[in-house]
């Protein structure tokens, strides 16, 4: 082996050596950045790892501290050594025996930026501040408004879902979603989508009648710490498309054609016995002068034969028509 390649091969050796010993075992991830609500609380997602093997929660020592100053201390089990603006406002979370060191900061203040940076001390092995991965807080003054999912168009008598949600960073006091129908029971979900960011979801579930039709639908979202944001949506309700808004005008055309068909078979067969008789011997125009006789005599017209006799004939023509 060259002294050149001996030299490569030390090296190497040494850099296995650096980073299983040194900078693998002290190691911590934590959040970068979140955006906070101020009043609310934040949940600071963060695990660290330490050489050797794992040791109970007793063994080790948790500090957070701002970046700049390593006295800066925002939480020590010892609250005497917690800077007064963050005296009572900071839990350890996590379990130290299971390499978690998630924080929460409580009563986030419009200041709370950071960055915070943890720092373990295990008296039998060493201190470590992991100052590479801090968390920078973003406090603003404002949630979010909620998001609403709906249909456009609801159906009179047809059971919709309605879903209200909105992100928070506080899971230990998560938001409480309210409706304007209150009447009906929502189901709400909070759940982890990482990176230190929660949502919580409402479902509600009812049944729309016409009369809900341009009502407005409120979605109302309380914070922990005071703070509110509100959603408001118009509905719209369709009515209901039922079978007799078909059945009831085709039973009405039918109901005549079946009546007029009747009439016409009735009519038909009087007049073929009126043709018939025309036709046996008196003629028509021999009858129609007898009838004019009559009524000269009588002197007033039989208005009442004369009417029927139309009425057949317009009738028989419209069967054969129809
Ligand atoms: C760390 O602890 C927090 C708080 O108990 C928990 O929500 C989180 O899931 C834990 N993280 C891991 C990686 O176990």
């Not at 089990?77 to 978690?100: A, H, M, P, Y």
């Given at each position: 082996?060259?002294?050149?390649?001996?030299?490569?091969?030390?090296?190497?050796?040494?850099?296995v050596?650096?980073?299983?010993?040194?900078?693998?075992?002290?190691?911590?991830?934590?959040?970068?950045?979140?955006?906070?609500?101020?009043?609310?609380?934040?949940?600071?997602?963060?695990?660290?790892?330490?050489?050797?093997?794992?040791?109970?929660?007793?063994?080790?020592?948790?500090?957070?501290?701002?970046?700049?100053?390593?006295?800066?201390?925002i939480?020590?089990?010892?609250?005497?050594?917690?800077?007064?603006?963050?005296?009572?406002?900071?839990?350890?979370?996590?379990?130290?025996?299971?390499?978690?060191?998630?924080?929460?900061?409580?009563?986030?203040?419009?200041?709370?930026?950071?960055?915070?940076?943890?720092?373990?001390?295990?008296?039998?092995?060493?201190?470590?501040?992991?100052?590479?991965?801090?968390?920078?807080?973003?406090?603003?003054?404002?949630?979010?408004?909620?998001?609403?999912?709906?249909?456009?168009?609801?159906?009179?008598?047809?059971?919709?879902?309605?879903?209200?949600?909105?992100?928070?960073?506080?899971?230990?006091?998560?938001p409480?979603?309210?409706?304007?129908f209150?009447?009906?029971?929502?189901?709400?979900?909070?759940?982890?989508?990482?990176?230190?960011?929660?949502?919580?979801?409402?479902?509600?579930?009812?049944?729309?009648?016409?009369?809900?039709?341009?009502?407005?639908?409120t979605c109302?979202?309380?914070?922990?710490?005071?703070?509110?944001?509100?959603?408001?949506?118009?509905?719209?309700?369709?009515?209901?498309?039922?079978?007799?808004?078909?059945?009831?005008?085709?039973?009405?055309?039918?109901?005549?054609?079946?009546?007029?068909?009747?009439?016409?078979?009735?009519?038909s067969?009087?007049?073929?016995?009126?043709?018939?008789?025309?036709?046996?011997?008196?003629?028509?125009?021999?009858?129609?002068s007898?009838?004019?006789?009559?009524?000269?005599?009588?002197?007033?017209?039989?208005?009442?034969?004369?009417?029927?006799?139309?009425?057949?004939?317009?009738?028989?023509?419209?069967?054969?028509?129809?």
């Amino acid at each position: 082996m060259s002294a050149r390649k001996r030299l490569l091969f030390r090296w190497l050796c040494l850099q296995v050596i650096f980073s299983t010993v040194f900078s693998k075992d002290w190691e911590a991830e934590v959040e970068p950045k979140i955006k906070a609500l101020v009043k609310s609380c934040v949940v600071v997602p963060c695990t660290f790892n330490y050489p050797g093997t794992q040791l109970p929660d007793s063994r080790i020592r948790a500090i957070w501290h701002t970046q700049k100053k390593g006295d800066d201390i925002i939480y020590h089990e010892d609250r005497t050594k917690v800077l007064d603006s963050f005296k009572g406002r900071t839990t350890l979370l996590g379990r130290l025996g299971q390499k978690n060191c998630t924080l929460e900061i409580d009563g986030v203040r419009d200041h709370d930026n950071g960055p915070f940076c943890f720092r373990a001390e295990i008296p039998t092995l060493d201190k470590y501040s992991f100052t590479e991965s801090c968390v920078t807080i973003f406090p603003t003054e404002d949630p979010d408004k909620p998001n609403l999912e709906k249909k456009e168009f609801l159906e009179e008598g047809v059971s919709t879902s309605f879903k209200c949600s909105t992100r928070h960073t506080c899971p230990s006091h998560p938001p409480t979603i309210t409706w304007s129908f209150s009447n009906n029971e929502a189901i709400v979900n909070n759940r982890d989508i990482g990176h230190g960011i929660w949502e919580v979801e409402s479902f509600l579930t009812f049944t729309p009648s016409e009369k809900d039709t341009h009502t407005e639908l409120t979605c109302t979202i309380n914070f922990y710490g005071g703070k509110h944001s509100t959603i408001q949506t118009p509905l719209y309700v369709k009515r209901k498309e039922n079978i007799f808004h078909i059945i009831i005008p085709v039973a009405v055309v039918l109901g005549t054609a079946l009546l007029f068909g009747v009439m016409c078979f009735f009519m038909s067969r009087k007049y073929k016995q009126q043709i018939q008789e025309l036709q046996s011997g008196n003629g028509i125009w021999s009858r129609m002068s007898r009838m004019s006789q009559r009524n000269r005599q009588r002197n007033q017209p039989d208005l009442n034969m004369a009417n029927l006799w139309s009425w057949t004939a317009a009738l028989a023509f419209s069967c054969k028509m129809f």
